[in-house]
């Protein structure tokens, strides 16, 4: 028995140093990986190379530069070109430093274009000209034009179309067509011209030029003008107390009130335009007498007869005899 005993307790004694061993082999294990992460450096972030050269990019800024405001980000829809000459003419005043140029131009790219800026080799930009031509020939394809001179032959002057709306109408397309041929396009405006009297003075002065058109046709606008203003200070040719007065009106559709086989040919409604009853019988003008006198628009014929009437009794009476 006590034997035994003596054997359990050995065997719970081993278990006991065999939980502990596997403890401390756990915590120093803990430990030395603990050590491992506090020993690798943390990751960065991902950063794209700069298209830009060193040269470009050491540049010190102007404290007092700022960006122009109205230009439009080039999202890789229209004339690259365009673009490029919008920028170089709102930076003209500003700088034409190759380094803050091609910084400046890389804000007012948005989209596709920005995608491709961001995609450059790294230092593979060392010049504003070399930017701008790496730009305008990758979105060459982008320069899409939606109308030509053709188009211009398709706009003319509405029937009551002044000339001046025709005229700012016709130049705002023009405006849109690139390397519109002047000649083309004085042509096409006075092709387009409504007949009358202006087309045939034009006939005869024969301008050659675009300016000489703008001269005659500004001659033409004030006519306009003046007529406009002419007619909106004409008085009506009749007042509107002569216009005939239509306050009371027959009713659209006649009642039938009365079999039209049995009716009294002898009484004649005014109202109604029918046989049947007398005017002064007719209940339906009465009441709408009545209405018409509470609103007020009788008034001026209530009036007339009053006065009449008085003017007949203040006439002296002569007996026969």
Request: proline fraction near 6%; hydrophobic fraction near 30%; aromatic fraction near 8%.
């Amino acid at each position: 028995m006590a034997e035994l005993l003596a054997a359990m307790q050995n065997d719970g004694d081993r278990k006991i140093d065999s939980k502990r061993t596997n403890a401390e082999q756990h915590e120093e294990h803990q430990s030395e990986s603990n050590a491992k992460t506090a020993e690798t450096p943390p990751k960065s972030g991902r950063r794209r190379a700069n298209p830009f050269s060193e040269e470009i990019m050491s540049y010190k800024m102007p404290q007092n530069f700022t960006l122009p405001m109205t230009l439009t980000p080039y999202k890789g829809i229209g004339d690259p070109k365009v673009h490029v000459t919008k920028f170089e003419s709102m930076m003209f005043l500003n700088s034409d430093c190759d380094p803050i140029l091609c910084r400046s131009f890389s804000t007012f790219l948005d989209g596709a274009t920005l995608l491709w800026f961001s995609n450059l080799p790294a230092g593979s930009i060392t010049s504003f000209d070399e930017f701008a031509k790496m730009f305008i020939n990758h979105f060459a394809a982008s320069k899409i034009y939606v109308r030509d001179s053709d188009y211009l032959s398709t706009i003319k002057q509405g029937p009551h179309e002044s000339l001046k709306d025709y005229m700012t109408r016709f130049t705002t397309a023009a405006m849109e067509i690139p390397d519109l041929n002047p000649e083309v396009q004085l042509h096409t405006i006075k092709s387009g011209l409504r007949p009358g009297k202006f087309p045939k003075a034009i006939v005869v002065a024969k301008p050659k030029t675009l300016e000489e058109f703008r001269d005659k046709a500004t001659g033409q606008i004030e006519i306009e003008k003046l007529r406009e203003t002419q007619r909106s200070k004409k008085l009506p040719s009749r007042k509107d107390d002569d216009k005939p007065s239509r306050l009371i009106k027959p009713p659209v559709k006649a009642g039938t009130y009365q079999d039209q086989k049995y009716i009294d040919k002898g009484k004649y409604c005014a109202f109604h335009q029918k046989f049947g009853h007398t005017t002064d019988e007719c209940v339906a003008a009465k009441d709408l007498l009545e209405r018409l006198v509470r609103q007020g628009l009788l008034d001026k014929y209530i009036g007339s007869k009053s006065h009449k009437e008085t003017a007949d009794a203040s006439k002296p009476k002569y007996s026969s005899d």
